[in-house]
């Protein structure tokens, strides 16, 4: 069964430089989450969509943004990036008509801010 | 708020026991879900197990159980025959009706010895 996919799986960035996630969600899934776990802590909430439209909203820097295209897939961009910004961002996808609490997870970007 | 508690930061079992992981959970929402999350070293997030509030029945899916005691609330995992495959991170989650994203404990690390 088709899973979520992330790119890159791997992302070294200086501070200051501006990094783009990407997450392709399952097909036929319409709300993808957007999740932060820093080294040895559990995943934080960032923010999610439905249906194009962004649909809440936790800890999520200014210097970050986020969207939904048509296609379904979301990118995650953060700018100005800090130390502390190193943690693994896992992507979710999940059906709001069918299970819609079940989330699905991707493998995740494991980003490095030097 | 809504708040996951995880007690226990490491626990250890021996190969084919019976080992329960505690979680218990803060919210006035009266519609939410509950889930056991696993994670390997690998990192990926896998779901194990979960159970929808409304449903008083223990949900089950092979070795793993859980005890959910709605009025305490308390969602306590049980792994029988554990495996050394089991060893991981575990985390306790849960999301509500009017916000579908997932709030994590800060996790039990389990330990399968051999």
């Known amino acids: 069964a088709a899973g979520v996919i992330q790119s890159p799986r791997h992302l070294i960035k200086e501070k200051r430089e501006t990094a783009t996630l990407k997450c392709y969600p399952i097909?036929?899934?319409?709300?993808v989450y957007w999740y932060q776990q820093g080294p040895g802590q559990d995943p934080q909430f960032l923010i999610s969509?439905?249906?194009?439209?962004?649909?809440d909203k936790g800890s999520i820097p200014d210097r970050f943004s986020a969207q939904q295209f048509s296609d379904y897939h979301s990118e995650l961009n953060m700018s100005s990036l800090e130390l502390g910004d190193s943690a693994l961002y896992f992507c979710?996808?999940?059906?709001?008509?069918?299970?819609?609490?079940?989330?699905?997870f991707g493998p995740g970007t494991r980003l490095t801010v030097t | 708020a809504q708040t996951v508690t995880q007690s226990q930061p490491e626990m250890s079992v021996q190969e084919a026991e019976t080992v329960t992981l505690s979680c218990t959970y803060d919210?006035?929402?009266?519609?939410?879900?509950l889930f056991w999350y696993k994670q390997p070293p690998s990192r990926q997030m896998i779901l194990v197990i979960r159970?929808?509030?409304?449903?008083?029945q223990n949900a089950t899916e092979n070795r793993f159980s859980v005890n959910f005691q709605k009025a305490a609330k308390s969602f306590s995992l049980k792994i029988s025959d554990s495996q050394l495959g089991d060893t991981a991170m575990y985390f306790c989650?849960?999301?509500?009706?009017?916000?579908?994203?997932?709030?994590f404990g800060s996790g039990t690390r389990l330990l399968v010895r051999p």
């Open positions: 989650a849960f999301t509500v009706d009017s916000s579908y994203k997932l709030i």
């Open positions: 979710a996808s999940s059906h709001r008509d069918k299970e819609f609490y079940e989330q699905y």
């Open positions: 919210t006035s929402e009266s519609n939410y879900y």
């Open positions: 159970q929808e509030a409304y449903k008083q």
């Open positions: 969509f439905y249906e194009k439209m962004q649909s």
């Open positions: 097909p036929r899934h319409d709300t």
